[in-house]
């Protein structure tokens, strides 16, 4: 505490005592009463003139004889209502008993005082304050981005209130301050953009700016008017924290006169309980607002700060959603790129979108790649040594780098502040954001050079020269790293590790699924290399049949031989079938120019590997034969080949011979008429009817329908899909989801999928193990497993799951349905990777039929 004789400069001016001065200023006269409200005990000495008492001694007085029994009832109702409350209790337009004059009037409660402010009422800035407040808040609450608000605010005020410079005012976290917003008479020079060293507000003022949220000066030349007695007879002063009216400092009162200013007013902007910022408004020419004008103030202050907050927890998502964008399409990409390295490296001007900095640096295995605002790369591997040095593998940042890293001086003016984000559970790799000097990225407005005269107490503060301390203050200084930025570095950490796991653990699952499917298509291979020559073998082997020439001989077995060609190419290409239209297409190509008319007609329909290469052999016969003896043999002859699905799905097909030569069947059965009638018996427990009738031969083949993938036709795949689209979907709003899955991030996207469609939890689980033990704590409404869980399925989970009578659905990235028992084939299953709407859909249809069969 400074004694009352220590002079008050600017080493020791955040020590004065500014909430006791001892002092009012002129525009209105204070009364301080006992706690009855009944004695005076203090007054400020123009009291008796301004109340029309008289200049003779108030204090020791009833309040009651000095300004009358019904105003003094009036203000201990006030005080009882209000006198409890940091804000004042306001009467309005108030008349005493001694004076003409109208007062408003504020009185409060401290330290067991009861303070009356009275100031009288100047007709001319009476405003009704609800319509003044009305208007300014209606206007300020459409604001949806942070600069309209602060413009606007500036603008409003100014207007409403009459100030010839309006401007906000937001603080730093070291406590200095810069103006972002301005509304200015035309002829001042403009201080938007400028900066003030935290000396200019001193701490105390801070504080009492959060408790007396609007704050006057109505004279800057600083006219006092002293209390009387300035001490009470235990010897203390006069506490006037919350008084409208308490004097102001004089070293404030001297920087607002170097800087031109004759009177000025500040709002306090409050976030989360802390002081913001200000708006201050200046005028060049002493000004007391009246009180109307004050409590509008006040009010467009209060809903000002509430949608300050608002506005920020708006801009905090909307940040936290793009870096969540970012980060999801990351991870997408890894699935699609050859090279983590590479895609990082690609991706590091794309990292400043996850929050506000001047540059990005990349140390990934010990090469360095960098944007914007960095290191020079000679300079990287001593600045890695040091952050691995103190980082420890965690999110780690600085905005006084060089205070830190001795060697950063030489570029501290491009890179003071860092924020490290390891990238792998060793410190070893790292992205780093990067912020400038903060005295460097300043855009000024105005002339930087303009000065004002020195204060008649010599040479102190101006705005240039606060600017200039600060300044100094400020070197090798960024802006510093926020608590949300930091949550948000600790969001990419666990992503971008977790990107580099899951890109090794798909190049891991990649080797091994491509040595699978290696020894997989060389089982296959070999399987139907010795297939076929064991069927090239049978087709040498057989004799040849009494009559026929060796060419003849030689002329069947290589068509043979080539429909078998056929039909293994085909069965490659078509990843192990064929349609059979295009096998019959093939087979009839060599005759459709020479024969009168090949009709073949049938639905779409697809053969296995096994149905494709035997029904080759027999088609091929049964069109050698025609071509030989019947149909085909003459320019004139028909064939007719149709199939159809029967009611159990079999392929039933129908040869039919006209128009050709009379045909007899054979005196002795040959290879090829064993082959037709034999071998779809035999190889695939069909039925082969062969009539050999005069007017031409009739075939009748059926394949059974394990061997036969039947296509739905497009009318009713439309009327699936419409049924499918307009199923009606649960609500997911309430219910509790068990979800089982062993990759950590996609469990973490289908539990922010759930959650945002109402789920009420979503408890995961990697492993059949987890699940198991998580069934037996508590019980889910449905659930999600992943078919293949790396070490195993889910399919121990699904039958306890079905035991309990809990609905689930099966999900698969890769196809996995042979994991799933044929008991469960009614379960729907989804695919990966999920889709909101799918995967609501197989939930809807899971709770449906447990409802049903329930």
């Given at each position: 505490m400074l004694t009352k004789t220590a002079p008050v400069d600017l080493t020791n001016c955040d020590r004065e005592p500014i909430h006791i001065p001892g002092s009012i200023q002129p525009y209105g006269c204070l009364l301080a009463c006992d706690g009855s409200v009944g004695m005076v005990r203090r007054h400020s000495v123009n009291a008796g003139a301004m109340l029309g008492v008289g200049s003779g001694d108030i204090n020791g007085r009833r309040l009651d004889d000095l300004i009358g029994e019904g105003p003094a009832h009036d203000i201990r109702n006030a005080i009882a209502k209000w006198?409890?409350?940091q804000r004042p209790g306001l009467l309005i337009d108030f008349k005493?008993?001694?004076?003409?004059?109208?007062?408003?009037v504020a009185v409060h409660r401290h330290k067991g005082v009861n303070i009356i402010e009275f100031e009288p009422v100047d007709a001319s800035e009476a405003t009704p304050p609800l319509e003044?407040?009305?208007l300014l808040i209606g206007r300020i609450g459409q604001c949806n981005d942070l600069d309209v608000l602060f413009d606007n605010a500036a603008r409003l005020l100014r207007g409403a209130l009459g100030y010839d410079r309006v401007m906000v005012y937001q603080f730093a976290h070291d406590g200095s301050g810069r103006v972002i917003s301005e509304a200015r008479r035309g002829d001042l020079e403009s201080f938007l953009g400028q900066h003030f060293p935290a000396g200019d507000i001193p701490q105390q003022a801070r504080v009492l700016y959060v408790q007396n949220t609007v704050r006057i000066v109505s004279d800057a030349s600083g006219e006092r008017v002293a209390i009387e007695p300035e001490f009470d007879t235990s010897g203390e002063p006069l506490d006037l924290s919350f008084a409208h009216l308490r004097s102001v400092s004089p070293i404030h009162c001297e920087y607002l006169r170097n800087m031109g200013v004759g009177a000025s007013m500040s709002i306090s902007i409050i976030h989360d309980g802390v002081l913001w910022g200000l708006i201050a408004c200046h005028h060049y020419a002493p000004r007391a607002l009246s009180m109307e004008k004050r409590v509008a103030a006040e009010m467009f202050g209060e809903f000002f700060s509430m949608q300050l907050a608002g506005l920020l927890q708006k801009r905090k998502l909307a940040a936290s959603e793009s870096a969540r964008r970012y980060l999801d399409q990351l991870l997408h990409n890894v699935s699609h790129h050859g090279d983590i390295e590479d895609l990082l490296k690609e991706s590091i001007r794309d990292f400043s979108v996850l929050m506000p900095c001047d540059g990005i640096g990349l140390y990934l295995n010990k090469t360095w790649t960098s944007y914007g605002s960095a290191p020079p790369a000679a300079a990287a591997p001593a600045l890695m040594g040091f952050i691995n040095s103190v980082a420890e593998g965690r999110v780690w940042a600085t905005s006084a780098l060089s205070d830190r890293l001795p060697a950063a001086e030489d570029y501290a003016v491009a890179v003071s502040g860092v924020l490290a984000v390891p990238l792998s559970q060793l410190p070893r790799d790292y992205l780093l954001f990067f912020r400038s000097e903060v005295a460097q990225t300043l855009n000024w407005a105005g002339d930087p050079n303009k000065t004002y005269e020195i204060g008649p107490l010599g040479d102190r503060l101006t705005p240039r020269k606060s600017f200039a301390i600060w300044k100094e203050t400020v070197q090798r200084q960024s802006q510093p790293w926020l608590q949300n930025e930091r949550d948000t570095a600790e969001a990419v950490r666990s992503a971008l590790v977790e990107v580099v796991l899951r890109h090794n653990e798909l190049l891991a699952d990649e080797r091994h699924k491509a040595d699978l499917r290696q020894k997989m298509l060389n089982e296959e291979l070999n399987h139907r290399v010795k297939n076929i020559l064991a069927l090239i073998k049978s087709l040498v082997s057989h004799p040849v049949e009494d009559g026929r020439s060796i060419e003849d001989y030689v002329a069947s077995l290589k068509g043979r031989i080539q429909a078998l060609s056929l039909?293994?190419?085909q069965v490659i290409r078509g990843a192990g079938g064929g349609a059979l239209k295009g096998l019959l297409d093939a087979e009839f190509s060599p005759y459709r120019e020479s024969v009168k008319a090949i009709e073949v007609t049938g639905p779409d329909v697809s053969l296995d590997a096994r149905a494709y290469s035997v029904l080759a052999l027999v088609l091929h016969e049964l069109a050698t034969n025609a071509a030989k003896y019947g149909a085909l043999s003459v320019s004139t002859g028909r064939l007719s080949l149709q199939w159809k699905r029967t009611d159990i799905g079999d392929c039933e097909i129908h040869w039919l011979e006209r128009d050709g030569p009379l045909v007899a069947p054979p005196l002795r059965p040959g290879f090829g008429s064993m082959l037709i009638?034999?071998?779809?018996?035999?190889?695939l427990g069909g039925e082969s009817d062969v009539d050999y009738e005069p007017a031409g031969a009739r075939v009748r083949l059926l394949i059974p329908a394990r061997f036969v993938v039947w296509p739905a036709p497009a009318a009713a795949r439309n009327v699936r899909a419409r049924r499918e689209d307009d199923r009606p979907m649960a609500s997911m709003r309430g219910l509790k989801v068990l979800m089982v899955e062993d990759q950590l991030l996609i469990a973490m996207d289908v539990e922010t999928m759930l959650t945002h469609e109402g789920a009420?939890?979503?408890?995961?689980?990697?492993?059949?193990?987890?699940?198991?033990i998580a069934l037996a704590i508590t019980?889910?409404?449905?659930?999600?497993?992943?078919?293949?869980?790396?070490?195993?399925?889910?399919?121990?989970?699904?039958?306890?799951l079905r035991e309990r009578g809990i609905p689930f659905v099966f999900a698969t990235g890769y196809g996995e349905t042979s994991l799933i028992p044929a008991s469960m084939d009614d379960v729907p299953i989804v695919r990966k990777p999920y889709d909101l709407a799918s995967l609501v859909a197989a939930m809807t249809t899971a709770m449906a039929k447990k409802s049903s069969a329930g």
């Amino acid at each position: 505490m400074l004694t009352k004789t220590a002079p008050v400069d600017l080493t020791n001016c955040d020590r004065e005592p500014i909430h006791i001065p001892g002092s009012i200023q002129p525009y209105g006269c204070l009364l301080a009463c006992d706690g009855s409200v009944g004695m005076v005990r203090r007054h400020s000495v123009n009291a008796g003139a301004m109340l029309g008492v008289g200049s003779g001694d108030i204090n020791g007085r009833r309040l009651d004889d000095l300004i009358g029994e019904g105003p003094a009832h009036d203000i201990r109702n006030a005080i009882a209502k209000w006198g409890n409350q940091q804000r004042p209790g306001l009467l309005i337009d108030f008349k005493v008993a001694h004076s003409q004059t109208a007062f408003n009037v504020a009185v409060h409660r401290h330290k067991g005082v009861n303070i009356i402010e009275f100031e009288p009422v100047d007709a001319s800035e009476a405003t009704p304050p609800l319509e003044l407040s009305r208007l300014l808040i209606g206007r300020i609450g459409q604001c949806n981005d942070l600069d309209v608000l602060f413009d606007n605010a500036a603008r409003l005020l100014r207007g409403a209130l009459g100030y010839d410079r309006v401007m906000v005012y937001q603080f730093a976290h070291d406590g200095s301050g810069r103006v972002i917003s301005e509304a200015r008479r035309g002829d001042l020079e403009s201080f938007l953009g400028q900066h003030f060293p935290a000396g200019d507000i001193p701490q105390q003022a801070r504080v009492l700016y959060v408790q007396n949220t609007v704050r006057i000066v109505s004279d800057a030349s600083g006219e006092r008017v002293a209390i009387e007695p300035e001490f009470d007879t235990s010897g203390e002063p006069l506490d006037l924290s919350f008084a409208h009216l308490r004097s102001v400092s004089p070293i404030h009162c001297e920087y607002l006169r170097n800087m031109g200013v004759g009177a000025s007013m500040s709002i306090s902007i409050i976030h989360d309980g802390v002081l913001w910022g200000l708006i201050a408004c200046h005028h060049y020419a002493p000004r007391a607002l009246s009180m109307e004008k004050r409590v509008a103030a006040e009010m467009f202050g209060e809903f000002f700060s509430m949608q300050l907050a608002g506005l920020l927890q708006k801009r905090k998502l909307a940040a936290s959603e793009s870096a969540r964008r970012y980060l999801d399409q990351l991870l997408h990409n890894v699935s699609h790129h050859g090279d983590i390295e590479d895609l990082l490296k690609e991706s590091i001007r794309d990292f400043s979108v996850l929050m506000p900095c001047d540059g990005i640096g990349l140390y990934l295995n010990k090469t360095w790649t960098s944007y914007g605002s960095a290191p020079p790369a000679a300079a990287a591997p001593a600045l890695m040594g040091f952050i691995n040095s103190v980082a420890e593998g965690r999110v780690w940042a600085t905005s006084a780098l060089s205070d830190r890293l001795p060697a950063a001086e030489d570029y501290a003016v491009a890179v003071s502040g860092v924020l490290a984000v390891p990238l792998s559970q060793l410190p070893r790799d790292y992205l780093l954001f990067f912020r400038s000097e903060v005295a460097q990225t300043l855009n000024w407005a105005g002339d930087p050079n303009k000065t004002y005269e020195i204060g008649p107490l010599g040479d102190r503060l101006t705005p240039r020269k606060s600017f200039a301390i600060w300044k100094e203050t400020v070197q090798r200084q960024s802006q510093p790293w926020l608590q949300n930025e930091r949550d948000t570095a600790e969001a990419v950490r666990s992503a971008l590790v977790e990107v580099v796991l899951r890109h090794n653990e798909l190049l891991a699952d990649e080797r091994h699924k491509a040595d699978l499917r290696q020894k997989m298509l060389n089982e296959e291979l070999n399987h139907r290399v010795k297939n076929i020559l064991a069927l090239i073998k049978s087709l040498v082997s057989h004799p040849v049949e009494d009559g026929r020439s060796i060419e003849d001989y030689v002329a069947s077995l290589k068509g043979r031989i080539q429909a078998l060609s056929l039909a293994h190419d085909q069965v490659i290409r078509g990843a192990g079938g064929g349609a059979l239209k295009g096998l019959l297409d093939a087979e009839f190509s060599p005759y459709r120019e020479s024969v009168k008319a090949i009709e073949v007609t049938g639905p779409d329909v697809s053969l296995d590997a096994r149905a494709y290469s035997v029904l080759a052999l027999v088609l091929h016969e049964l069109a050698t034969n025609a071509a030989k003896y019947g149909a085909l043999s003459v320019s004139t002859g028909r064939l007719s080949l149709q199939w159809k699905r029967t009611d159990i799905g079999d392929c039933e097909i129908h040869w039919l011979e006209r128009d050709g030569p009379l045909v007899a069947p054979p005196l002795r059965p040959g290879f090829g008429s064993m082959l037709i009638s034999r071998s779809i018996p035999y190889d695939l427990g069909g039925e082969s009817d062969v009539d050999y009738e005069p007017a031409g031969a009739r075939v009748r083949l059926l394949i059974p329908a394990r061997f036969v993938v039947w296509p739905a036709p497009a009318a009713a795949r439309n009327v699936r899909a419409r049924r499918e689209d307009d199923r009606p979907m649960a609500s997911m709003r309430g219910l509790k989801v068990l979800m089982v899955e062993d990759q950590l991030l996609i469990a973490m996207d289908v539990e922010t999928m759930l959650t945002h469609e109402g789920a009420a939890s979503v408890e995961t689980a990697s492993s059949v193990k987890e699940a198991l033990i998580a069934l037996a704590i508590t019980r889910p409404d449905v659930a999600i497993l992943d078919v293949n869980l790396g070490n195993g399925s889910s399919v121990p989970v699904a039958q306890a799951l079905r035991e309990r009578g809990i609905p689930f659905v099966f999900a698969t990235g890769y196809g996995e349905t042979s994991l799933i028992p044929a008991s469960m084939d009614d379960v729907p299953i989804v695919r990966k990777p999920y889709d909101l709407a799918s995967l609501v859909a197989a939930m809807t249809t899971a709770m449906a039929k447990k409802s049903s069969a329930g």
